[in-house]
């Protein structure tokens, strides 16, 4: 159980495009979900939490307007890289909770290589 | 300070060894501890949840958290090559967000 699915799973774009990532649970309805970023040889960061029907919450440092979150339903939410630029080259991963709260601990996707060229 | 510490490594160890993992904090909040394995390129597996101090096992994985001293150990026994990976602790307080560790690389050589 607690399977987190990604897709795709590493994307090359030219600078300038926009780029759609899906993030889905598998087996469980997941209320919260979460996206980071994780550069080579570094820890994830934590870009934003994104919850069911409402506004994603953004972590300091991060463009709402560049990296769009949608959480349409209970095992669906995206994250939309607009205009991007080779600066956005990154891994970009996805969780989502199971339950409704941090108790449950977070599951997360196989990730999403993104190549801006 | 970082609110997570964790040695980076590379930590190398022959197969059949016992691995210990550790990491401190900062915030004495932190409730809920938890350790993520994460293979290259991919994402990061939960392996072990704790709340709260005490131990818990699971096969070849010990997850150890000492509160007062704001410290947690992950002990993997008869350690194996396919046990080579980065190892990421992760711990939040009364919320959903996570706080990591920048991760330890181990090696377990043949």
Redesign the interface.
Known sequence: GAVVSQHPSWVICKSGTSVKIECRSLDFQATTMFWYRQFPKQSLMLMATSNEGSKATYEQGVEKDKFLINHASLTLSTLTVTSAHPEDSSFYICSAQQGTSGRSGQFFGPGTRLTVL | QKEVEQD?GPLSVPEGAIVSLNCTYSNSAFQ?F?W?RQYS??????LM?T?SSGNKEDGRFTAQVDKSSKYISLFIRDSQPSDSATY?CAM???????I????TRLQVFP
């Open positions: 980076p809920y938890m993520y390129r991919k994402g990061p597996e939960l949840y709340y990421l939040s307080a009364n919320t959903d967000k996570l990591f560790g920048t991760g």
